[in-house]
């Protein structure tokens, strides 16, 4: 499979990506745990039917130290016993962040007030900005059907 269109070599795509990969990194200094930033990324690309960005994060998060059971259950979370409380607060905030267009009120006041039960208001910041950006890049590539499987994790 190939992608329509090479992101990488676009001279606007490739800029932008930039950015976005800047705006990550951003993040990647907070101190909202790594392991939970990555499970927001995998379940929001699970649900956005992003298979670059599930390949990604799904390796990412092994790497920061997530079980392959809690791997493989992502995207059954709220019947999993694997997860802290803070992890299905984080967890529902993003289903809610990322399906807005199937909520008309958006993010509930009680999905925000349990994520603010666990979470500081840098943490929350992280979060939200967390969810916003891989949703961004899940839509990026799900638009030019950008192949999965060959990621590597690590620092790049």
């Known amino acids: 499979m190939e992608a329509r269109l090479n992101m990488f070599t676009s001279p606007v795509a490739a800029k932008f990506g930039k950015y976005l990969v800047a705006a990550a990194k951003v993040?990647?200094?907070?101190?909202?745990?790594?392991?939970?930033?990555?499970?927001?990324?995998?379940?929001?690309?699970?649900?956005?039917?992003?298979?670059?960005?599930?390949?990604?994060?799904?390796?990412?998060?092994?790497?920061?130290?997530?079980?392959?059971?809690?791997?493989?259950?992502?995207?059954?979370?709220?019947?999993?016993?694997?997860?802290?409380e803070a992890e299905r607060a984080a967890l529902e905030l993003t289903e809610q962040g990322t399906r807005l267009a199937d909520a008309a009120g958006g993010v509930t006041d009680e999905a925000w007030a349990n994520a603010a039960k666990y979470y500081d208001e840098e943490q929350l910041a992280a979060l939200v900005c967390a969810i916003a950006l891989i949703n961004a890049f899940n839509r990026g590539n799900v638009m030019v059907q950008q192949p999965a499987g060959d990621y590597r994790p690590g620092p790049h």
């Open 27 to 84: 993040l990647a200094d907070t101190t909202l745990p790594a392991a939970t930033q990555e499970l927001v990324r995998l379940r929001a690309s699970q649900i956005n039917g992003c298979a670059f960005c599930v390949d990604m994060h799904t390796k990412e998060a092994a790497y920061a130290g997530e079980t392959a059971v809690g791997l493989n259950l992502v995207a059954a979370w709220r019947e999993a016993t694997v997860f802290t």
